[in-house]
């Protein structure tokens, strides 16, 4: 089956800073991979995405993600970090199942700013 | 373009009682699907329909069931709350075309927080 792991529950940086996010996925087949960000209060927004091709996306607000087969991950960065940024981000990996696709999510990382 | 609406946003419900969520997609997407959130489990997939078709389902107990319109419109109803049912519930539509594969694109409503006392 389908599974997402994302190991850092909360994460705290300071504006500015770099910022990773991890992103471990189980699927049989070529995945494609999602990470969307959640603010209080709100639905979810896509970042970005991977389906083929070059294994380094570029995504919305600065973002990027690299996917790395071998390590079956999808890590999301930036450079530096805005006090905007402060929400929940969530990795997804699409699973096909009956003719439909469904997204599995990790947990969630939820994010911190310090000013 | 409007984005997916969901309503109510907020309500509360005793025990025993049944709720209807709605969930009206972005203007041309035929693909609705709905998710849990509770900090607890997460996000989990509770069904997906396409066309008034459900074509796919989550692992939730048959309280939890919907249904799609001919307007790609669509609700979901819980029937003898219970106290776990409490989660924000979200929308999801995506845009496909028949024999074409699904680009997983999702864009979510802002979801309905249900409380169950």
């Known amino acids: 089956a389908q599974s997402v792991t994302q190991p850092d529950i909360h994460i705290t940086v300071s504006e500015g800073a770099s910022l990773e996010l991890r992103c471990n996925y189980s699927y049989g087949a070529t995945p494609y991979l999602f990470w969307y960000v959640q603010s209080p209060g709100q639905g979810l927004q896509l970042l970005l995405k991977y389906f083929s091709g070059d294994t380094l996306v570029q995504g919305i607000k600065g973002f990027e993600a690299e996917f790395k087969r071998s390590q079956s991950s999808f890590n999301l960065r930036k450079p530096s970090v805005h006090w905007s940024d402060a929400a929940e981000y969530f990795c997804?990996?699409?699973?096909?199942?009956?003719?439909?696709?469904?997204?599995?999510f990790g947990k969630g990382t939820k994010l911190t700013v310090n000013p | 373009k409007a984005g997916v609406t969901q309503t109510p946003r907020y309500l509360i419900k005793t025990r025993g009682q049944q709720v209807t969520l709605s969930c009206s997609p972005i203007?041309?997407?035929?693909?609705v699907s709905w998710y849990q959130q509770t900090p607890g489990q997460g996000l989990q997939f509770l069904f997906e329909y396409f066309s008034e078709t459900q074509r796919n389902k989550g692992n939730f107990p048959g309280r939890f069931s919907g249904r799609q319109f001919s307007n790609s419109r669509s609700e979901m109803n819980v029937s003898t709350l219970e106290l776990g049912d409490s989660a924000l519930y979200l929308c999801?539509?995506?845009?496909?075309?028949?024999?074409?594969?699904?680009?997983?694109?999702?864009?979510f409503g802002e979801g309905s927080r249900l409380t169950v006392l």
């Open positions: 999801a539509s995506s845009f496909l075309s028949p024999g074409v594969t699904n680009t997983g694109e999702l864009f």
């Open positions: 997804a990996v699409g699973a096909f199942q009956g003719g439909s696709e469904k997204l599995v």
């Open positions: 203007s041309g997407h035929r693909s």
